[in-house]
């Protein structure tokens, strides 16, 4: 409940700063698009800050480290393919090691979740389980 107040409050900063600071150089860039993007800039923080603690609650801290490597390797791959930027042989190295590794650690966790499932059976089955020797 806090990420509205805490938009009202960097909108309303970040707007009279801008006013202080600036006004007697560029007056004339407050306009409806400056402060549309001032709000989408908020949206999207507050929407990260979100999407960090949907991330880690449903997963873990590990896996939301490997998803910020795989986004940094998108961003690499955009870069290059939108922006032409060049590509040098570490690049490359260093993005196939990371694919590797979130590959890895994918295969590992999927192998470890079938483990649990297998030692740990669900829990109505345990119940019926009970109730059938209980009877």
């Known amino acids: 409940m806090q990420a509205p107040i805490y938009l009202k409050i960097i909108y309303n900063c970040s707007y009279f700063c801008y006013r202080i ?14 402060q549309t993007f001032i709000i989408m800039s908020c949206v999207i923080a507050v929407s990260v800050n979100f999407s ?3 991330v880690i609650g449903k ?18 791959g955009f870069g290059y393919t939108l922006l032409h930027d060049p590509f040098t042989e570490r690049n490359i190295i260093g993005i196939l090691v990371a694919v590797f590794g979130m590959g890895l650690y994918s ?25 059938n020797f209980l009877t």
Request: charged letters at 10%; hydrophobic letters at 40%; proline letters at 5%.
């Open 21 to 34: 600071w600036l006004y007697d150089y560029i007056t004339h860039i407050v306009t409806f698009v400056f």
């Open 52 to 54: 960090t603690f949907l």
């Open 59 to 76: 997963t873990s801290p590990v896996t939301y480290q490997v998803l910020g490597h795989l986004k940094t390797c998108l961003v690499l």
């Open 107 to 131: 295969y590992f966790c999927t192998q470890e979740n079938k483990k649990k499932l297998v030692v740990d059976p669900p829990l109505s089955s345990q119940v019926n389980f009970f109730t």
